[in-house]
């Protein structure tokens, strides 16, 4: 059995074929899709990026794991996905980018420069590529091609409208990844990392123009000002976040963003072409996911950010050639669920860590209570670090800068760390601009959110006790080995 472990860096949930949309062509996505399983309501954990993927990779929550921001160190002590493989025997391999910060306890000091930059691999992960945010290596590969770069990590992604689709940053990618495959007998697992569909809104060469702005769909448009919360109200004046008022440059943005999609799709059937060619379809396990969504202009938004559901809703896929495909899970799945189900397939234990489940009684249609609410968080304390501000936040004030947010059938419940909510009538209104008036309903899902952070806890260590009788539990009453799973 070979590991394909995809990431596709920003990618809403709806914006592909096999989920519906009308106009976004993504014909491996949608193979994928149809030889696998389709999680349609599949959600991350967290935003931005170091927070997302820090979930993905340790299957726990935040609150758990707490990456809270790019550059909150991942602590030392965390299982994660690369380990996991290792124990099934593998050697994971990553081409692109983990954006893990190293934990300063494992520090060479305070002048270990790997403290200077969030964008650190998982420990565990061999390197075929490294992309750090800088995108080092392409910008060489650019500029030994003759052309003129731009720099900053912004500058050469503007550049890709103007530059042929195969000298594009996910090209890069999969070149060296082909590279590499080549030389790889059966049994490898690799994790591509790809960053697009992430901005700048610049899709490559003729992808740039793939799609006209006259025919995409205008976005959800924001509730009226009264109506907002105030987070809701700061990130509509916040530029970085707030979507383009005119109409044709918003348009023109969500253009862009399909046709980064349509791209990286074209560089995964290069993938799947070279795997076929080598006979090994049949023997890959193939999982596609993202650390996090897309506002694309919906509620007056751009990026990933705050409490609504398009920076959260992502894709989903798992396609594993023992599993039959072509179905599609409409419960509610979280990235969370992915490192325990990979556990499951290659045969090892699941982390004693996880907050997610094992995806494979869904799989095998089995009959199995699961959950009916969706769960995330995002925390926005790193606006203020490192901000000159006076006088500076203190810890206890930071600590209120934050949300969580569960998501049913029929409503959306958002507690704010200040104290403040927000219940939202999905059964009236699925598009999150109706709020629910009745405090029976409000009460409810306020109590279910507390039993869900309750039930979530961090217990790798306190389902154990220590004594010198083993007096209580013990690991190995409870089926746990944690000193075996710990990291040195």
Known sequence: MNVLFITLDQFRGDAYGAAGHPLVATPTLDRVAAEGVRLERHFSQAAPCSPGRAALYTGMYQMNNRVVANGTPLARG??????????AGFDPTLFGYTDQGLDPYRANGEDDPRLDYYDGILPGFSVGLYLPESQAGWVQYLRAKGYDVESGWAGPLRGEPDRPAED???????????????????GWFAHLSYLRPHPPYAAAGEFSKMYDPADVAMPVAPVESGQRHPLHEAALKW??????????????????????????????????????????????????????????????????????????HIIGLWRDPRVSGGTAIHHFTENVDLLPTLADALGVEEPVQCDGRSLAPLFAGTEVAW???????????????????SPQPT?????????????????????????????????????????????????????????????HLRHDLTDMLLS?????????????????????
């Open 78 to 87: 965390f299982d994660n996905l690369a380990l996991v493989a290792r124990r």
């Open 168 to 186: 594009s940053l996910s090209g890069f990618l999969t070149t060296r990844f082909l590279e590499w495959l080549e030389v790889q007998e059966g």
């Open 239 to 312: 530029r970085a976040a707030a979507a383009p008022s005119d109409e044709g440059a918003m348009r023109y943005l969500i253009a862009q963003y399909f046709g980064m999609i349509s791209e990286v799709d074209a560089q995964l059937g290069r993938v799947v072409c070279a795997i076929e060619e080598r006979g090994e379809w049949d023997d890959t396990l193939v999982v596609v996911t993202s650390d996090h969504g897309e506002q694309l202009g919906d509620h007056g938004l751009i990026e990933k950010l705050g409490f609504f559901p398009q920076s959260y």
């Open 371 to 389: 959950r009916d609410t969706a769960h995330y968080e995002w925390d926005n304390r790193y606006l203020w670090l490192g901000v000159a501000t």
């Open 395 to 455: 810890s206890h004030a930071l600590a209120r800068r934050n949300l969580a947010v569960s998501v049913s059938d029929d409503l959306a419940y958002v507690q704010f760390g200040d104290g403040s909510y927000r219940c939202f009538d999905l059964a009236a209104d699925p598009t999150w601009r109706t709020e629910c008036r009745d405090l029976e309903r409000v009460l409810h899902a306020a109590q279910r959110q507390l039993v869900w952070r309750q039930a």
């Open 468 to 488: 010198r009788d083993r007096l209580g539990f013990w690991p190995s009453d409870l089926g746990l080995t944690p000193l075996r799973q710990s990291v040195p």
